[in-house]
């Protein structure tokens, strides 16, 4: 049994539904997040897995206990939200502190619970210091010692970096997955960044209007996006018409695709094939037998990559080439061969909308 389940959850407010049939097993230890844009719903879900929200319907299990009606306060969770929620007349100290002393823990135990919680995050001497006078990284480590005083059974953290600047942001993500690595703690993170989603997390619940569009590790959600949903927002990637051929094949402009697997659907069928611009080469190898050929419609210089626009059939196929100074990248208007691996083209499961 998953540590936390969440089965066949439904949130409404009056008429609308915001959280649809969202079924999701985290396994104990894991770290999972919640990716989508703003509105779809994730923190209206992660409210009902705290007790601030009450489901329409379903149920919501950690650890063997149905907590679906438990209270907030009684279900051992911890909780880092957006931006600043420490109390600004309380210490550093006494922050860290609060939930311990909710929970009446004796006092003997309280102090050294809280150095312990400071030096976990990096910060043992500004445990006197008041909110004010932290900056804003430094505050969000302290709501997150904070969180993990009471030794909650789950973390759950609402998008704890976006209020940060670019930098803070990057190394605080990293700080907090090498100590949830270490605690081991079961985490859900809120995040509509999907490089936050990507770099963090064991698996990523994709989520688009209150539903679970793909729940998968990074890997397969940025290489294998299964709905059209998911493949416009995770990375950058071309979706190119073809219809089934035989085998595990398709046939885009006339040649045949190999594909790694056997599309499940009839031979004949319309398909989406998908592309990262990374995985498509300017050069035949033994290990790209895929070939289309198109019409350069413009060149984006990136820097250390450039970025092609090629028209092939109907379909835009982007590309990155490295920039080398010694090669001029093709000219637009150039009618140039592109090469790809079988295992480098994925499947869209849905058809686009008509
Ligand atoms: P964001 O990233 O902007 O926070 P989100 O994906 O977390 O977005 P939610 O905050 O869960 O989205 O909101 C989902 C939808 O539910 C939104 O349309 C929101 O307006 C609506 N909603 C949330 N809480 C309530 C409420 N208490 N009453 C009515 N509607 C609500």
Do not use: W
């Amino acid at each position: 049994m998953s540590f936390l389940s969440i089965d066949g959850v439904v949130k409404s407010f009056g008429p609308t539904t915001v959280v649809k049939d969202f079924d999701l097993r985290v396994e104990r230890g894991e770290f999972v997040s919640f990716l989508g844009p703003s509105g779809c719903g994730k923190t209206t879900m992660l409210r009902m897995i705290a007790g601030f929200e009450r489901p329409s319907a379903g149920r919501i299990v950690i650890d063997g206990e149905d907590v679906t009606d438990l209270a907030a306060s009684r279900r051992r969770i911890g909780m880092v939200f957006q931006a600043y929620a420490l109390f600004p007349n309380l210490s550093v100290h006494d922050n860290v502190a609060f939930g311990l002393k909710v929970a009446g823990r004796p006092k003997r135990e309280i102090g050294p619970r809280v150095e312990e919680m400071l030096t976990l995050v990096g910060l043992p001497h500004l445990s006197n210091r008041y909110p004010y006078q932290l900056s804003g990284g430094q505050q969000q480590r302290v709501a997150l010692a904070r969180a993990l005083a009471p030794s909650p059974r789950v973390l759950l953290l609402d998008e704890p970096l976006s209020a940060l600047d670019a930098k803070i942001r990057v190394s605080l993500r990293e700080q907090i997955r090498a100590l949830q690595r270490e605690l081991g703690i079961t985490t859900i993170f809120v995040t509509h960044d999907q490089e936050e989603a990507l770099s963090m997390s064991d698996r990523i619940a994709v989520m688009s209007e209150g539903r679970i569009q793909q729940c998968a590790t990074p890997f397969e959600i940025y290489n294998r996006p299964s709905t059209r949903f998911v493949a416009g927002f995770v990375g950058t990637l071309s979706l190119i018409d073809g219809v089934r051929a035989e085998g595990a094949g398709a046939i885009v402009d006339g040649t045949r695709i190999e594909l790694s697997e056997t599309p499940p659907v009839a031979e004949g069928a319309p398909l989406t094939l998908t592309l990262r611009p990374e995985a498509v080469k300017l050069e035949p190898s033994s290990d790209r037998p895929n070939r289309l050929t198109g019409e350069v419609r413009d060149a984006h210089f990136m820097g250390s990559v450039v970025r092609l626009d090629v028209h092939v059939a109907g379909s835009s196929v982007l590309v990155d080439t490295f920039n080398r100074s010694a090669v001029p990248p093709p000219a637009r208007g150039e009618r140039i061969d592109l090469y790809f691996a079988p295992a480098d083209v994925g499947l869209l499961a849905d058809r686009p909308q008509t």
